[in-house]
């Protein structure tokens, strides 16, 4: 226990540790925020959907039907339909064969990764005797700036992995050469960083993928809903559509609820239903989500607006930022990193900006490699004009006071 009191004192000590707001309304371009009506420029509500009232009325349908859980797992207690249809919109959506749903996007790349390095030969005795016979040692490949999530399915893995520089697919090809053609080799990358906000090369990648024989596997979160000319993500952007192995994806950002997806061939989502861990061992996304979830995706596809006002708002909000010399490195999307280095200063300017009426976080360490702090801003298709310029106005004030 004492061990465990001087971690958290350090890291108290050092402005890290994530002493975060009350949130006390809906996520909005304006919250109550312990109390105080403030804007918002944090949530990953990216165009609305999470208060829809037609999605909130639909997932009301299936809170009344169904009511608030799935009894346990779909392996063990049936495979509600809904379910299944939330998997074929997606899939469809994502213009692939099949898909298959988790509780998270965290559990998503958790449990895909690992069963996708350790492919078992298929062989009766290795499951009566309760090993897992693997194939051929597989290689992972992983941007250095890649999200938790897909680290932590790195590590379950337990394959050799080799971490590239980030969005550097020089230093890719670097490391792909060391190995012969016959071995196995994954390829991971979000499609659009977290906290950086920019876009993976694709289409670089995909030719080094063809080139030394690998697979490849995009964490598509931030680019689902948003990028491409149909907004189905960061292939749709780049043109190049049913090219990337597996997608990886979520139901929070774009659609407004909860949960994560994997796209893939009807081979490795079935591989997948016998594999992944974090869906045969766990209840799927409660019913009502679903029903929400399945609302949200139509009117995402339909209404193609909610997308085009987000980019304009982001691309509005870079430009304001490069007026007042803001370092926002290479974002591209509507995340936009606003480049503080110092934690302490970091924590400061967020606390500053939310006495203003601003709510913007503070991502530091362990978000973000020590000396990297930064106020991580997210602008909305629901965002105005008035209330990006009203943001940037308090930042201005901030940046001189904190001074960053």
Known sequence: MKTISTAVNWVKEHGLFPNVPVV?????????????KVLMFATNNYLGMTHDERVVEVASEGLKKWGIGNGSARLLTGNLYFHQELEDKIAKFKNRPAGISFVTGYMANAGAIPPLVN???PSLMSLI?????????TVVFSDEYNHASIIAGVRLSKAEKEIYKHCDATDLEEKLKKYPLSQRKLIVSDGVFSMDGDIAPLPQILELAKKYQAMTYIDDAHATGILGPHGRGIEDYFGVEGQVDVIMGTFTKAFGGVGGFIVSSQDIIDYLKIRADSFIFTAP???????GLIKAIELVEKETWRREKLLTNAKYLREKLTELGI????????????????EKKAMKASEELLKNGIFVPAARWPAVPLGQ???????????????????VANLKKVKTSVGF
Not at 285 to 291: F, L, N
Not at 381 to 387: D, F, G, K, L, N
């Open 285 to 291: 996304i409660a019913p009502p989500i679903v029903y």
């Open 327 to 342: 370092d926002f490195r290479n974002s591209q999307t509507q995340i936009i990193p606003i480049m503080i280095g110092d």
């Open 373 to 391: 702090a930064r106020l991580r801003v997210t602008v909305t298709s629901e965002h105005t004009t008035e209330q990006i310029d009203q943001f």
């Open 129 to 137: 005797r309760g090993k897992i016979l693997k194939d051929k040692e």
């Open 24 to 36: 006390e309304s809906p996520h909005a371009p304006e919250v109550i925020v312990n109390g105080k």
């Open 119 to 121: 492919v078992f030969k």
